[in-house]
């Protein structure tokens, strides 16, 4: 269960989420992942206790650091910066999100890392780009990805204010993007020999995820209209609320093809002929009626009862609005394989997966996020029998 990356050295120097969930991910898939923590280690420790959490609990730091070693290294010492000169010199791969300017201070930037280790594959995750003005603005991703992209625009109805991203969605999106790039970087390094830097930004994964409106806007200059619950040009293609107060989605992307399997499910088939609602364009127009009288229907059952004449129909796509709850309970997440089991003194613990598997070469979580410093000595051993 070692994974397709058994063999790679990664040394990384990551701090909070992006930079870690790259080389977190590469770990996973098998990789041996040296995370270089300064003596008050990584900020992302800090996570548990941000959260409130007792007993040293950190999840999100788990998550992210799982089957990495760590090693404390000074690097504004001559002594610290030398012994991880000397870790990349001898890696594959060297993974930071940490500024380009204070890179360059320590002379870990990449034309003074590819001159000591030319096969290096240097993955660099930015908040704005490797050049430009703001190269070296400091940035989250609720910054950078979230709001500067246009997502939270996007995302918000006229006159209200903008919604609050989820911890790490950017840092891990892009963390995903930098994984795949460094996988792409070795694959060239095998036919030609030589290594190069890989990079990607916050911001570039934030327009990339609005791609679509992005594009659109780009290329015709027009907008796409933000959809509004009461009034989408295809009710099919909207959220409703059962009995229970448990909200579903309906989603008839394709207008024609889905409305009769929606009218049978709802007990209207007369609505197929009706004039109102006979053609697509006629639910447009008179979608806030349609829509009303969809949420007074869907409001006489509870969402299970629906789920049952729902999934009657084939040509009906739906899905439940789930809750954190309600992912832990259900049974496709788990036969999708949505956890794994990570060892942990002795036992094991559920964690999140990371989201591909490969079935020639299955990987398996080695162990918990290490402690800050654990692998030091281990570390500096190997080092010295090079």
Same mark, same amino acid.
């Given at each position: 269960m070692?994974?397709?990356?058994?063999g790679? /050295?990664?040394?990384? %120097?990551?701090?909070?989420?992006? !930079?870690?969930? #790259?080389?977190?991910?590469?770990?996973?898939w $098998? &990789? =041996?992942?040296?995370?270089?923590?300064?003596?008050?280690?990584?900020?992302?420790?800090?996570?548990?206790?941000?959260?409130?959490?007792?007993?040293?609990?950190?999840?999100?730091?788990?998550?992210?650091?799982?089957?990495? /070693?760590?090693i404390? %290294?000074?690097?504004?010492?001559? !002594?610290g910066? #030398?012994?991880?000169?000397q870790?990349?010199? $001898? &890696? =594959?791969?060297f993974?930071?999100?940490?500024?380009?300017?204070?890179?360059?201070?320590?002379?870990?930037?990449?034309?003074?890392?590819?001159?000591?280790?030319?096969?290096?594959?240097?993955?660099?995750?930015?908040?704005?780009?490797?050049?430009?003005?703001?190269?070296?603005?400091?940035?989250?991703?609720?910054a950078?990805?979230?709001?500067?992209? $246009?997502?939270?625009?996007?995302?918000?109805?006229?006159?209200?204010?903008?919604p609050?991203?989820?911890?790490?969605?950017?840092?891990?999106?892009?963390?995903?993007?930098?994984?795949?790039?460094?996988?792409?970087?070795l694959?060239?390094?095998?036919?030609?020999?030589?290594?190069q830097?890989?990079?990607?930004?916050?911001?570039?994964?934030?327009?990339?995820?609005?791609?679509?409106?992005l594009?659109?806007?780009?290329?015709t200059?027009?907008?796409?209209?933000?959809?509004?619950?009461?009034?989408?040009?295809?009710?099919?293609?909207?959220?409703?609320?059962?009995?229970?107060?448990?909200?579903?989605?309906?989603?008839g992307?394709?207008?024609d093809?889905?409305?009769?399997?929606?009218?049978?499910?709802?007990?209207?088939?007369e609505?197929?002929?009706?004039?109102?609602?006979?053609?697509a364009?006629?639910?447009?127009?008179?979608?806030?009626?349609?829509?009303?009288?969809?949420?007074?229907?869907?409001?006489?059952?509870?969402?299970?009862?629906?789920a049952?004449?729902?999934?009657?129909?084939?040509?009906?796509?739906?899905?439940?609005?789930?809750?954190?709850?309600?992912?832990l309970?259900?049974?496709?997440?788990?036969a999708?394989?949505?956890?794994?089991?990570?060892p942990?003194?002795?036992g094991?613990?559920?964690?999140?997966?990371?989201?591909?598997?490969?079935?020639?070469?299955?990987?398996?979580?080695?162990?918990?996020?290490?402690?800050l410093?654990?692998?030091?000595?281990?570390?500096?051993?190997?080092?010295?029998?090079?």
């Amino acid at each position: 269960m070692a994974g397709p990356l058994e063999g790679i /050295r990664v040394v990384e %120097l990551g701090v909070w989420v992006a !930079g870690p969930a #790259a080389g977190g991910i590469l770990a996973d898939w $098998g &990789a =041996d992942v040296v995370k270089i923590e300064p003596p008050t280690g990584d900020p992302g420790r800090l996570f548990g206790r941000m959260l409130g959490l007792d007993d040293d609990a950190n999840p999100p730091f788990e998550m992210d650091n799982r089957s990495k /070693r760590s090693i404390v %290294l000074d690097l504004t010492t001559d !002594g610290g910066l #030398a012994t991880a000169r000397q870790l990349i010199s $001898g &890696a =594959d791969v060297f993974i930071t999100n940490v500024r380009p300017d204070a890179l360059g201070r320590l002379d870990l930037d990449y034309p003074n890392v590819a001159a000591l280790n030319p096969g290096l594959v240097y993955g660099l995750i930015t908040g704005y780009g490797e050049t430009g003005p703001e190269t070296n603005r400091p940035a989250y991703d609720v910054a950078a990805f979230w709001a500067r992209s $246009g997502i939270a625009d996007l995302l918000t109805r006229p006159g209200d204010s903008p919604p609050f991203q989820r911890g790490g969605m950017g840092d891990h999106m892009t963390g995903m993007a930098l994984a795949a790039a460094i996988n792409a970087a070795l694959v060239a390094r095998a036919r030609t020999g030589e290594g190069q830097l890989v990079t990607t930004s916050l911001y570039r994964q934030g327009t990339y995820a609005v791609s679509f409106d992005l594009n659109t806007f780009l290329l015709t200059g027009r907008p796409i209209a933000i959809g509004q619950r009461e009034s989408m040009f295809n009710p099919c293609m909207n959220n409703y609320l059962a009995a229970d107060g448990k909200r579903f989605w309906i989603v008839g992307l394709e207008a024609d093809r889905h409305w009769p399997s929606l009218c049978r499910a709802v007990g209207h088939p007369e609505w197929l002929t009706e004039s109102r609602f006979a053609t697509a364009r006629d639910r447009a127009i008179n979608s806030r009626e349609l829509i009303a009288t969809l949420d007074a229907i869907f409001a006489t059952r509870t969402l299970t009862e629906w789920a049952e004449a729902f999934d009657a129909e084939p040509e009906l796509f739906w899905s439940p609005v789930n809750s954190m709850e309600d992912v832990l309970g259900d049974e496709q997440f788990h036969a999708a394989g949505g956890l794994v089991d990570v060892p942990d003194d002795g036992g094991s613990l559920p964690m999140v997966a990371t989201p591909a598997d490969f079935h020639g070469t299955p990987w398996a979580p080695r162990w918990a996020a290490p402690k800050l410093g654990e692998h030091t000595e281990e570390i500096l051993a190997e080092l010295q029998q090079r």
